[in-house]
């Protein structure tokens, strides 16, 4: 290759123009021969999703009550205790394990989720900035124009008669409102 305003010489490359051509063209050759042999590989490790699925015998609720059992501390106890209000409030709730760890709660569509996290439990709902607070139980600051939050930490006080106040309102926000079903959801 010849660099703009340059004169070729006749018979001549330069050494860059020869170590370029070098290295581009073991680079190319090395390029070609991976992408197949990943393939193949590729291929022959992963199960289809179809096998994944049928593999994992355990619901969401087993998966939900595995995981507060795992967390052995006062994060699990409040998990528990987030769960077995959204069940007294909503009893058609229709239980969910998403993202790889999330327990999720849906009524025509998701309403909430709770997520353990080092230092707090955080309950998100999904329609939150769309529902009234008037105990401003909402502290984990706006999620964008429509998910809001409650961060949990260990000793807080919760305010049961507000939060089931908020999840009543999750829910007839889903079932008064065209919300988006989640994909792979059981309701």
């Known amino acids: ?3 703009p305003g340059a004169k070729a010489m006749p018979g001549k490359t330069t050494k860059k123009t020869a170590a370029k051509k070098t290295t581009s063209s073991k680079k190319t050759a090395t390029v070609a021969k991976k992408p197949a042999a990943r393939r193949v590989a590729t291929k022959a490790a992963k199960p289809s999703k179809a096998a994944a699925r049928s593999s994992d015998p355990m619901s ?3 998966r939900i009550d595995q995981r507060i059992a795992s967390l052995g ?11 077995k209000l959204i069940h007294e409030v909503d009893p058609e709730v229709v239980e969910d394990w998403k993202w790889m760890g999330t327990p999720v709660w849906s009524h025509n569509g998701m309403y909430v989720l709770a997520n353990p996290h080092k230092d707090k439990v955080k309950i998100t709902f999904f329609h939150g900035a769309q529902l009234p607070d008037p105990k401003k139980l909402f502290n984990g600051g706006r999620e964008g124009g429509k998910w809001r939050a409650i961060d949990l930490r260990e000793g807080d006080k919760l305010d049961t008669t507000a939060l089931k106040a908020l999840l009543r309102a999750a829910v007839d926000y889903n079932t008064s409102h065209p919300v988006p079903k989640s994909k792979g959801s059981r309701a």
Do not use: N, P, Q, Y
Request: aromatic share 6%; glycine share 6%.
């Open 1 to 3: 290759m010849i660099a």
């Open 60 to 62: 969401a609720s087993e």
């Open 73 to 83: 501390d006062w994060r699990g106890v409040r998990l528990a205790e987030i769960r």
